[in-house]
């Protein structure tokens, strides 16, 4: 069975540091790669996906996530955080055959300090 | 466009009742899928529907069933109300069948069964 993997439940920041968001996974082949983030009392919000193609994937807010197929990791990146980045990061993965639902990694919560 | 559309936002019940959730997709998406989302479990997947038809299911007792119309609204049901049903239900639309495709989450709706 598929699963994800998000190491750290909690991570920290300075504002205008670099920020990584940690993500694993096990499926067999190469599956879809998600990353959605959560505020309080809101529903998920997708950021990016990795399809096919180039490994670095960019989306919304400056994020971007590079996929390592010999790691099998996705890992989501900023550059420089934002306090307004300080929110619930969630992991995804669905595998290219098969009629299996997203499952979701349990979430990494990002705090961006002033 | 709008987002998807959940409703009711909050729900307060008891142990033993029933409840039926709303979910009105994106315009033009025929996808529906429902979450679970609890501090305990992270989010857990609870079945797909496309074109009125249950595609898949997730791990849940009987007591949660669902349904799709003919405008690819849909809503889920809960019978016979646990407390360990307390959780925020999301649901999610994509424009065709989950694979590649995006999906596209609402705001939940909050369910706290005293």
């Known amino acids: 069975a598929q699963s994800v993997a998000q190491p750290e439940d909690q991570v920290n920041v300075a504002e205008g540091n670099p920020l990584t968001v940690k993500c694993t996974y096990s499926?067999?082949?190469?599956?879809?790669l998600f990353w959605y983030v959560q505020y309080p009392n809101r529903g998920l919000q997708f950021l990016l996906k990795y399809i096919t193609g180039d490994n670095l994937v960019k989306g919304s807010y400056g994020f971007e996530a590079e996929f390592n197929k010999s790691q099998t990791s996705f890992h989501l990146k900023k550059p420089s955080a934002l306090v307004s980045d300080s929110a619930l990061y969630f992991c995804a993965v669905r595998p290219r055959s098969g009629n299996t639902p997203l499952v979701f990694g349990k979430g990494t919560r990002l705090s961006v300090i002033a | 466009k709008a987002g998807v559309t959940q409703t009711p936002r909050y729900l307060i019940k008891t142990r033993g009742q029933q409840v039926t959730l709303s979910c009105s997709p994106i315009s033009g998406h025929r996808s529906v899928s429902w979450y679970q989302q609890t501090p305990g479990q992270g989010l857990q997947f609870l079945f797909e529907?496309?074109?009125?038809?249950?595609?898949n299911k997730g791990n849940f007792p009987g007591r949660f069933s669902g349904r799709q119309f003919s405008n690819s609204r849909s809503e889920m049901n809960v019978s016979t109300l646990e407390l360990g049903d307390s959780a925020l239900y999301l649901c999610?639309?994509?424009?065709?069948?989950?694979?590649?495709?995006?999906?596209?989450f609402g705001p939940g709706t909050r369910l706290l069964v005293l």
């Open positions: 499926v067999s082949g190469n599956p879809y």
């Open positions: 999610a639309s994509s424009p065709d069948r989950v694979g590649q495709e995006t999906q596209y």
């Open positions: 529907y496309f074109s009125e038809t249950q595609r």
